[in-house]
């Protein structure tokens, strides 16, 4: 099998258990696995990192793909969380297979040029035929290890719910493909490239029964669960009026705490709330963009982070963003933090090991988050000759303090995805003309 080995990194950051960083290092690459880090090493191919930190690929945690097409929407632009979805809803009743397609693309190629191997994705609206099979075919042309999330939305407006009724599916057929899904594409091996979870969208979307049942479902098939919670205050009130407590009690009471579950957001968490989830190994994917776009507020990571709890990062959809760059998601983590909490509340470096290690946790793979011999391949080169980090004398803070940075190189399971800043898997400016063309066909 061919071997690529990355040279004379500037800076290698490990992820390991010590946190190492290691000058002048080399790294070995053995079909899609990590097999030798250290001097000298040798290999079929060579990939010069001189002047180059190297980490581990970037994971995002929480994104809604098919939102790529609607970005800067007029209408959306200024609203709060639930006035901003019933401006959006009526736009996305309007997708198709083709849009969903596209718009995944679009934000997976995008991800992958700021540094992410990994992405979850959490589609929950189904319109005119479209399917979670059309953002999996969309992540294979990228080449990006992938984690969709069949969503669903049960509840509509004529039974009290938020969305139309036109965008709510019946929730035995939600479970039905639910199973379809799961059989033809979670892979739970290591190394996989594709792992399915289910994911009803809300708990003001959806039934207390839904809930319940996917719970039960996920654990019969080995997928995890993931929704959105306690997202702001509107978020907060609707649990306290409908269902007579706080977001993480329900989603304790239907089986929604655990190892194998992570919630969107959690922007409104409680201090009980923090020690349920730290107590109960429930993940966090913390969208700091996305929650300052929307004002809903800072979220308590340092608060999560001190008590236990996984946090990981996530773009959420580009409707509410309106952009996919992680490496500069972390640097808004870090930033929210120390508005909230001062200037010393979170480092660079813990920022970073947020947007890896801690993204590969939330999402259960303890094959990947970290460069170590037995882990996979996925790295990002990050080049820190550039203007942005000109002047930088930690060039691994410069990361997340300069910026914005795209990749150099991204490998995904030993591959390469991105070659000297471009993807290798698609014509991004075809792809880029078709998704304009779609947008402006939806706004009509």
Not at 104 to 130: I, K, R, T
Not at 184 to 202: K, Q
Request: aromatic share 4%; charged share 25%.
């Amino acid at each position: 099998m061919k071997t690529v080995v990355i040279k004379n990194a500037d800076v290698l950051v490990t992820m390991d258990a010590k946190r190492r960083e290691l000058s002048g290092a080399d790294l070995l690459i053995r079909d899609g696995e990590i097999v030798a880090i250290g001097k000298n090493l040798t290999g079929d191919e060579q990939v010069n990192a001189e002047g180059c930190v190297v980490t581990p690929g970037l994971v995002n945690t929480h994104h809604h793909l098919n939102q790529t097409l609607t970005r800067a929407v007029p209408g959306g632009q200024d609203a709060l969380l639930f006035g901003w979805l019933q401006t959006l809803y009526p736009i996305w009743a309007r997708m198709g297979p083709e849009e969903i397609f596209i718009s995944a693309q679009v934000g997976l190629a995008e991800l992958a040029l700021s540094g992410c191997s990994l992405s979850s994705d959490h589609l929950y609206l189904f319109p005119n035929g479209a399917r979670l099979d059309d953002t999996i075919d969309a992540a294979e042309t990228i080449g990006m290890r992938f984690h969709p999330t069949r969503g669903s939305m049960s509840i509509g407006e004529s039974d009290g719910g938020l969305p139309p009724d036109s965008l709510v599916e019946d929730e035995a057929a939600i479970l039905k493909d639910s199973i379809r899904l799961i059989d033809a594409y979670h892979d739970a091996t290591e190394g996989a490239m594709v792992r399915v979870g289910l994911a009803p969208c809300s708990p003001f979307s959806v039934s207390r029964e839904l809930m319940r049942d996917a719970a039960l479902l996920a654990r019969d098939k080995g997928v995890m669960l993931h929704t959105h919670l306690a997202e702001n205050d509107e978020d907060i009130a609707y649990s306290m009026e409908n269902f007579g407590c706080r977001p993480g009690q329900y989603a304790e009471e239907l089986g929604w705490t655990g190892d194998d579950v992570w919630h969107a957001h959690c922007v409104k968490l409680d201090a009980t709330e923090i020690d349920l989830f730290a107590r109960s190994k429930t993940g966090v994917a913390h969208c700091p963009c996305s929650n300052c776009r929307l004002g809903s507020g800072i979220a308590p990571v340092r608060q999560m982070r001190d008590a236990g709890v996984k946090v990981g990062l996530g773009v959420d959809g580009s409707a509410s963003n309106d952009a996919g760059h992680l490496l500069d998601e972390a640097r808004q983590a870090m930033l929210l933090q120390r508005v909230k909490n001062g200037a010393d509340a979170m480092s660079a470096r813990e920022v970073l090991e947020i947007a890896t290690l801690g993204g590969a946790r939330v999402l259960g793979r303890t094959d990947c988050g970290s460069l170590e011999v037995g882990k996979r391949a996925d790295l990002a080169i990050w080049d820190m000759s550039v203007l942005a980090a000109a002047g930088s004398w930690d060039p691994v803070a410069a990361l997340v303090l300069t910026g914005p940075h795209n990749v150099r190189d991204l490998f995904v399971e030993g591959r390469r995805v991105v070659q000297g800043g471009v993807l290798t898997g698609i014509e991004l400016g075809l792809v880029i003309e078709e998704q304009n063309r779609l947008a402006r066909a939806l706004a009509g």
